[in-house]
């Protein structure tokens, strides 16, 4: 949080541009914790894996965990 109490995201280091498509999956990339299913398994990164990502964050916020 910054000095005014506002959530800050950071850490994008595995992001890419909306028209990138990725042809493999990143093995041993990011964190485990924010991994979506489909990547544990081998399959190729998606949006949704983002997403499952995303919303990984923003339930540890609203949850405080």
């Known amino acids: ?3 005014y109490g506002v959530a800050m995201l950071i850490d994008f ?3 890419k541009p909306g028209s990138t498509l990725t042809s493999t999956p990143l093995a041993g990339a990011g964190s ?3 991994t979506a299913p489909e990547l544990i398994d081998g399959k190729s990164k998606e949006r949704s894996s983002d997403v499952y990502a995303f919303s ?9 965990g």
Not at 56 to 64: K, L, N
């Open 56 to 64: 990984i964050a923003v339930y540890e916020v609203r949850s405080g």
């Open 32 to 34: 485990l914790r924010w």
């Open 1 to 3: 949080m910054d000095a």
């Open 13 to 15: 280091g595995l992001s």
